[in-house]
């Protein structure tokens, strides 16, 4: 069975029939599953090196936001309004910023209070 071919109004959502987008969803919830699954088992049962779980957890996250992106928020790379890239790239910056903002503000704390 193929992926969904979904047509698109001007704003990017898909202008298909209802079937057509119940499909879709069941693709992506189909995809996330199976991105995060492996990835669970793998953590539960030591099936990988330290090194290795790291890297399958980096990529199984991309995935998924490769997959929430296209089949849940209806965002492609492709033909996509101004709006919509600068809508994922301010929301990335916020992100960085914060998770960076953390990992500063937690190792400072930890030199100061003598960790290792």
Known sequence: ???PVETEDETGTPDGT????LR???WGYGLSLLLTLPVFGAVASDWLSQTALWWAIGAA????????F???LHIRLKGQAKEDLQLILFTALILGMMGG???WILHNLDSRMGGP
């Open 61 to 68: 996250a991309l995935g998924q936001i490769a997959v929430q």
């Open 70 to 72: 296209r089949f849940f």
């Open 24 to 26: 879709s969803y069941l």
């Open 18 to 21: 209802p079937q057509q987008e």
């Open 101 to 103: 903002g953390t990992i």
């Open 1 to 3: 069975m193929s992926a």
